[in-house]
Nanobody
Framework: VQLQASGGGLVQAGGSLRLSCVVS????????MGWYRQAPGKQRELVAG???????KYADSVKGRFTITRDNAKSTVYLEMNSLKPEDTAVYYC??????????????WGQGTQVTVSS
């Protein structure tokens, strides 16, 4: 299973970005999908996840600002990020797992994409 993440970049506070993650090598609909981030000196954390069923969950810090969606026909998961804040600055990773959305459970990871929010 291979994951290819894209869409990061530099944006001013209050701006928006859309991350995409394309999954290949297996049946996309079998996987729970998550977006995670890791800032320097911090642990990797779940930002948003979407289960096989389509239900989703968000970190409290991004609720109301970020939206995760999946397109099973395109084997792609998206993260729409609005009202970005400097504290959202991190490397963002996508992950596919057949088990859960926990950051350190077994799964497949994308390569990470940098999101930098300037104040």
């Amino acid at each position: 299973v291979q994951l290819q993440a894209s869409g990061g970049g530099l944006v001013q506070a209050g701006g928006s970005l859309r991350l995409s993650c394309v999954v290949s090598g297996n049946i996309f609909s079998n996987y729970h999908m998550g977006w995670y981030r890791q800032a320097p000196g911090k642990q990797r954390e779940l930002v948003a996840g979407i289960f096989r069923s389509g239900s989703d969950k968000y970190a409290d810090s991004v609720k109301g600002r970020f939206t995760i969606t999946r397109d099973n026909a395109k084997s792609t998961v998206y993260l729409e990020m609005n009202s970005l804040k400097p504290e959202d600055t991190a490397v963002y990773y996508c992950k596919a797992s057949q088990y859960d959305l926990l950051p350190y459970s077994y799964g497949y990871w994308g390569q990470g994409t940098q999101v930098t929010v300037s104040s």
